[in-house]
């Protein structure tokens, strides 16, 4: 079983649509949780970051972690064309044995 | 504001030839990376160097190697460059733990 589960894609959206991006891991070690959004040929950029289990909002965007069912989402209101990019979950351990571990990225693309 | 610079955008080689990526970083991170992403596998770690003159293999280190002879500066070196290493290169760094990484814009390396 992969650390990182994440679900490739690609997901096609209406403008305004509620998007949600999910990722599932292995490894209860995971402490800090990250999403990353790449646009075509740029580099990935943070989005967002958590810490433990629980809800964080941004505007738009909110990350919610479950550390019980090993699984974290990034949820997208009122989705913009702007949105459209591939998306990345990440997730790091700290403390002896750090890793840092990616998901393979979900293509969202928002549909004026 | 982070900033993660690459030294290019777009690169073209010749297989057998010395290729050098240079990655700078402006914010005195500890954590320096290197990946390289590729359609369908996600980002993959081929060095990372948490210290000067320090470094450590990642999953992909083969037909690689880096140099760290300054903390803001992280250098990717394909000794001889072969074709299965045409692909996107990005750099990251982070500040020591790790728990979240900012990436340059990448360079999109073709070898023919």
């Known amino acids: 079983q992969k650390e990182v589960e994440q679900d490739p894609g690609p997901l096609s959206v209406p403008e305004g649509a509620i998007v949600s991006l999910n990722c599932t891991y292995s490894?209860?070690?995971?402490?800090?949780f990250m999403w990353y959004r790449q646009y075509s040929r740029k580099g990935p950029e943070l989005l967002m970051y958590t810490y433990s289990s629980g809800n964080k909002e941004d505007g738009r965007f909110t990350a919610q972690v479950d550390k019980s069912s090993k699984y974290i989402s990034l949820f997208i209101r009122d989705s913009q064309p702007s949105d459209s990019a591939t998306y990345l979950c990440?997730?790091?351990?700290?403390?002896?044995?750090?890793?840092?571990?990616f998901g393979k990225g979900m293509k969202l693309t928002v549909n004026p | 504001d982070v900033k993660v610079t690459q030294s290019s955008r777009y690169l073209v080689k010749r297989t057998g030839e010395k290729v050098f990526l240079e990655c700078v970083q402006d914010?005195?991170?500890?954590?320096m990376f290197w990946y390289r992403q590729d359609p369908g596998l996600g980002l993959r770690l081929i060095y990372f160097?948490?210290?000067?003159?320090?470094?450590e293999k990642g999953d992909i280190p083969e037909g690689y190697s880096v140099s760290r002879e300054k903390k803001e500066r992280f250098s990717l070196i394909l000794e001889s460059a072969s074709t299965n290493q045409t692909s996107m290169y990005l750099c990251?760094?982070?500040?020591?733990?790790?728990?979240?990484?900012?990436f340059g814009p990448g360079t999109r390396l073709t070898v023919l």
């Open positions: 160097s948490y210290d000067v003159k320090m470094k």
């Open positions: 990251a760094s982070s500040p020591a733990g790790m728990d979240t990484q900012y």
């Open positions: 990440a997730m790091f351990t700290q403390g002896g044995s750090e890793k840092l571990v």
């Open positions: 914010m005195d991170h500890e954590n």
């Open positions: 490894n209860s070690a995971f402490q800090y």
